[in-house]
């Protein structure tokens, strides 16, 4: 499976991925998905919002177990990020019918759409408009950076944009959400853990930094004379590191836009994306305010305007404490290891299903902590530890 899915949307030149939604690269992830689903007899589905559901049992008996997670990319993003919980998914049921096991619950597997937001700029889409935390208006004003709108790329893709919206329904038959994902940090490298259980996901935004300035000559225009956008933006991005120190969180501003993106022209605009989280609301206020208020305040003191603009918001999940200790108890059967409980700061689909289902995440070892990046990476033996960690569960919840 590993093999099959890896040249998907690769990018030569980097080594990354580019798998963003609603692109041929998204298509061919849908097919392989679609491809895996049917050489194991499961029934395919593609729901409203276009996330893939591969289902073993009936659908709509109810209080079904699903697991899964997404195939799409960040830019130039890793192997692992996604894919390595669909694919446990596949071969953790690969590994109960080995065992010969009965299912007495529905069971499910699942590819949400548009996790990373990576093209129209808002994380978990899929799972967003799902949970009806995303509208359908809202949905429809969504642009990536060639001004095609969420409703334009779906058409192009087939599908029926104007069938977007909440399913309540379709969570209603949901009694439980399980997503494995590679850890996005190094607590159990540190711990010597191969797999570990999500305490919490942290309180995180995206806030966009517009500095309106004044565009012209690089080389004719006197410094003193200059409304440089750029100037204030800079000043923010080492003011959102200094913040984030003394708040005990993190700040990253990872994505520019700037015009007219001349190398001999003074930019008319500057615009940046902050990414913000914190272990807890209060830092998370704490820190946002601070980046905002330096910005301001470079703004001013260089004659340029400034607007900022929140584009999403998760506020802390915690995970509902009986499914994880239900997980804890059967991992803690089944090897006799106590499995470590970790928070993360990233953001996942099971985050945003939180509010609707009870959901819990399993994490696998990344030896290096990195993520995001073509250097993303989980070794075999832990890999399959997830993939027996995640059978167990499964077959915990849907078998006994």
Not at 61 to 68: C, H, I, K, N, P
Not at 303 to 313: I, K, P, T, Y
Request: aromatic share 6%.
């Amino acid at each position: 499976m590993w093999r099959s899915l890896a040249p998907i949307g690769r990018h030569a030149a980097s080594g990354g991925y580019r798998r963003y939604a609603w692109t041929g690269a998204d298509a061919d992830c849908r097919l392989w998905f679609r491809m895996q689903a049917e050489a194991r007899r499961l029934d395919v589905e593609t729901d409203r919002n276009g996330n893939q559901w591969a289902w073993l049992g009936d659908p709509t008996a109810g209080d079904a177990v699903v697991t899964g997670s997404h195939l799409d990319s960040v830019p130039d993003g890793g192997a692992f990020d996604g894919p390595l919980g669909v694919v446990s998914a596949f071969a953790a049921l690969d590994e109960l019918r080995a065992r010969g096991v009965s299912f007495k619950r529905p069971l499910a597997i699942v590819n949400f759409g548009d996790e990373e937001g990576a093209r129209f700029g808002l994380a978990c889409v899929g799972s967003r408009l799902t949970s009806g935390q995303l509208t359908k208006e809202k949905a429809f004003e969504l642009r990536d950076a060639d001004g095609i709108s969420l409703p334009q790329a779906m058409e192009a893709a087939g599908y029926d944009p104007e069938a977007i919206g909440p399913d309540q329904e379709r969570l209603a038959r949901i009694g439980a959400f399980v997503e494995l994902h590679v850890e996005q940090g190094r607590a159990l490298d540190l711990s010597g853990d191969p797999v570990g259980i999500a305490s919490a996901i942290w309180p995180h935004g995206r806030w966009r930094y517009d500095f309106h300035g004044e565009a012209n000559h690089a080389g004719t225009t006197r410094l003193v004379d200059r409304r440089d956008p750029m100037l204030p933006y800079a000043e923010t991005v080492l003011s959102a590191r200094r913040e984030a120190e003394l708040a005990g969180a993190v700040a990253t501003f990872g994505k520019i836009a700037v015009e007219p993106n001349g190398v001999n022209a003074i930019p008319s605009l500057v615009r940046g994306w902050l990414d913000a989280r914190a272990a807890d609301q209060e830092s998370l206020d704490t820190v946002v305010a601070g980046i905002e208020a330096a910005a301001r305040e470079h703004a001013v003191r260089l004659g340029v305007d400034l607007a900022v603009v929140r584009e999403s918001f998760t506020p802390v999940v915690e995970f509902g404490h009986a499914l994880r200790e239900e997980m804890a108890r059967i991992l803690g059967d089944t090897t006799g290891v106590k499995v470590p409980v970790l928070g993360t700061g990233a953001g996942h689909d099971a985050g945003i299903l939180s509010a609707s289902i009870p959901t819990a995440m399993l994490f696998v070892r990344n030896p290096t902590g990195v993520s995001h990046s073509p250097a993303e990476f989980a070794a075999e033996d832990d890999c399959l530890s997830g993939v027996h960690a995640l059978a167990d569960v499964l077959e915990g919840l849907a078998c006994r």
